[in-house]
């Protein structure tokens, strides 16, 4: 079974701080998805990472897929009140077309 | 993009009865997924729906309890059948549109009493 641990599980900031949230596995991935989710609503995708080593930016976000496809963060500079929501990593196992979603992190901005 | 419509949004059911979400896509596709959520946690895929085969169950459910139909390229259903206050949940329709990324609907929370 894969398995993707996400790290933390919860986050509690001020706004204007920097952080970041970790996705690992023992598997390897033919791509990892951030998506963000908040209340009531589904989750939406904010990237998709498919190279080893790949770096990719979002405004303030930035995402990195590890060399060996097998791990994945997240990092938000300056956060605001405005990002806080559920933050999902999800893997995709190589030819499945399914997702499998790591645990989570709630991350709170406080003004 | 795709829009993705659930229904009932929410709902407050008796133990032992059944409800049967409906979503709809706005246009056609492939692959549709079921998944189940806890509030504030993270998803479990439930099913894989294709149209026009048996959906194709993760370990841990099964099509007795939960049965999906997927009668044409843009509808499925999920029932959640001789429910207990355990299936309390939100539940999620998505769909995929490609390179694995997925649409996913708004959700339909089920209190089970």
């Known amino acids: 079974t894969q398995l993707l641990e996400q790290s933390p599980q919860f986050l509690s900031i001020q706004e204007g701080e920097n952080l970041t949230v970790y996705c690992n596995s023992s598997s390897v991935f033919s791509s990892l998805q951030w998506y963000r989710q908040e209340p009531g609503e589904g989750p939406v995708l904010l990237v998709t990472v498919v190279t080893g080593g790949e770096v990719k930016k979002l405004k303030r976000l930035t995402f990195q897929f590890g060399d060996a496809r097998k791990d994945s963060s997240l990092h938000i500079t300056a956060a605001q009140p405005g990002d806080t929501g559920l933050y999902l990593c999800?893997?995709?196992?190589w030819g499945t077309g399914k997702l499998i979603f790591g645990q989570g992190t709630t991350l709170q901005v406080k003004p | 993009s795709a829009v993705i419509s659930q229904k009932p949004s929410r709902d407050i059911c008796q133990r032992g009865t059944s409800l049967t979400i409906q979503c709809q896509v706005d246009?056609?596709?492939?692959?549709m997924f079921w998944y189940r959520q806890q509030p504030g946690q993270s998803l479990t895929l439930i099913a894989t729906a294709n149209q026009g085969s048996e959906a194709t169950y993760e370990s841990g459910f099964v099509i007795d309890k939960f049965p999906i139909s997927r009668p044409n390229l843009t509808f499925s259903t999920l029932t959640v059948s001789n429910m207990s206050p355990e299936d309390s949940s939100i539940y999620l329709c998505?769909?995929?549109?490609?390179?694995?990324?997925?649409?996913f609907g708004p959700g339909t929370r089920l209190t089970v009493t």
């Open positions: 246009s056609q596709v492939t692959m």
């Open positions: 998505s769909v995929d549109r490609g390179i694995d990324e997925q649409y």
């Open positions: 999800a893997g995709s196992p």
